[in-house]
């Protein structure tokens, strides 16, 4: 894995981006943009993502959309969010996508207008009706289209509950009430019936009844996967159960969710895969 080389293919922005990023960057002072990635207090794996994607100060971060974060290979929403609350701390944020508009379409264009002769030629063929018919369809096509979500009828399973943000502190919504009162700096998806909650930088986890299950005592708790989790202690990353048993020793500089049986766990610069039981195969 260490000699695996990354290649890049440059693109031209496109001229509106252009002129949102120079927007965006003109927020900000030098100093914040130059600050460098090693000084936002990301994770170590978070840190070595963007590195690998040529991301070096905040400026490279900011002038980036949540899309264009989300084409990273390997950024999900818990490290967007971790690096969305990095910005926060330095007083900045990712740039907001601005949705292009339409131009209007103007009525009467003379170049729209067919000439009579082909009018005349499509009726001697029964295309006029063809047509008629079609323009006859569109409307309803394009209501079809722009046809709203379906109202929900029925609270949403505790794995699609929705973040809700209050007076700068997080709790969930069913969709049709609040069932955990907003009071966490941070919060993350229900996964295998517990959920990773964040207060004064100090992680836990909880259950759909708010109750606390696992005490906020980690830096770092990603979400359940496989029955285990990643947490970290200082600096270093292991694993934990539900019970809150440390599995795997916190021993790794980085570590991933376990997949399929396995995970990918980082030690001394090296990378392994790591298996339930502790057992590392050096990659």
Same mark, same amino acid.
């Given at each position: 894995m260490a000699n695996k080389k990354f290649y890049y293919k440059k693109r031209k922005p496109a001229p509106q981006d252009k002129e949102a990023v120079e927007k965006q960057v003109a927020k900000y002072s030098?100093?914040?943009?130059? =600050?460098?990635?090693?000084?936002? *207090? =990301?994770?170590? /794996? /978070? %840190?070595?993502?963007?590195? +690998?994607? @040529?991301?070096?100060v905040a400026g490279d971060i900011v002038k980036r959309t949540e899309k264009d974060m989300y084409k990273i290979q390997g950024l999900n929403k818990k490290i967007l969010a971790e690096v969305k609350n990095a910005l926060r701390q330095h007083g900045m944020a990712l740039r907001v996508e601005e949705i292009a508009r339409e131009p209007e379409k103007k009525q009467n264009n003379p170049q729209k207008q067919e000439p009579e002769q082909k009018k005349d030629k +499509?009726?001697? %063929? #029964?295309?006029?009706? @063809?047509d008629e018919k079609r323009d006859a369809e569109k409307p309803q096509e394009k209501k079809e289209q722009n046809k709203k979500p379906e109202k929900l009828t029925e609270p949403l399973p505790i794995e699609e509950w929705r973040k809700v943000l209050k007076g700068g502190k997080w709790g969930y919504s069913n969709g049709f009430s609040i069932v955990i009162p907003t009071m966490y700096d941070e919060i993350f998806a229900f996964k295998e019936g517990l959920a990773s909650v964040e207060i004064d930088e100090k992680c836990g986890y909880i259950d759909r009844d708010n109750n606390l299950v696992i005490p906020l005592m980690y830096d770092t708790a990603m979400s359940f996967s496989e #029955?285990?989790?990643?947490? !970290?202690? *200082?600096? +270093? !990353? *292991?694993?934990?159960?539900?019970? $809150?048993?440390?599995?795997?020793?916190?021993?790794?500089?980085?570590? /991933?969710? %376990?997949? $399929? *049986?396995?995970?990918k766990v980082k030690k001394d610069g090296k990378w392994a895969t790591i298996t339930p039981s502790g057992s590392l195969s050096w990659i």
């Amino acid at each position: 894995m260490a000699n695996k080389k990354f290649y890049y293919k440059k693109r031209k922005p496109a001229p509106q981006d252009k002129e949102a990023v120079e927007k965006q960057v003109a927020k900000y002072s030098e100093q914040q943009l130059t =600050l460098p990635l090693d000084k936002l *207090g =990301l994770s170590d /794996t /978070t %840190f070595e993502l963007l590195s +690998k994607n @040529r991301i070096k100060v905040a400026g490279d971060i900011v002038k980036r959309t949540e899309k264009d974060m989300y084409k990273i290979q390997g950024l999900n929403k818990k490290i967007l969010a971790e690096v969305k609350n990095a910005l926060r701390q330095h007083g900045m944020a990712l740039r907001v996508e601005e949705i292009a508009r339409e131009p209007e379409k103007k009525q009467n264009n003379p170049q729209k207008q067919e000439p009579e002769q082909k009018k005349d030629k +499509k009726s001697r %063929f #029964g295309l006029a009706d @063809r047509d008629e018919k079609r323009d006859a369809e569109k409307p309803q096509e394009k209501k079809e289209q722009n046809k709203k979500p379906e109202k929900l009828t029925e609270p949403l399973p505790i794995e699609e509950w929705r973040k809700v943000l209050k007076g700068g502190k997080w709790g969930y919504s069913n969709g049709f009430s609040i069932v955990i009162p907003t009071m966490y700096d941070e919060i993350f998806a229900f996964k295998e019936g517990l959920a990773s909650v964040e207060i004064d930088e100090k992680c836990g986890y909880i259950d759909r009844d708010n109750n606390l299950v696992i005490p906020l005592m980690y830096d770092t708790a990603m979400s359940f996967s496989e #029955g285990l989790a990643m947490v !970290c202690v *200082g600096e +270093k !990353c *292991g694993y934990i159960n539900k019970q $809150n048993e440390m599995v795997i020793a916190p021993e790794f500089d980085a570590a /991933t969710p %376990f997949e $399929n *049986g396995e995970a990918k766990v980082k030690k001394d610069g090296k990378w392994a895969t790591i298996t339930p039981s502790g057992s590392l195969s050096w990659i």
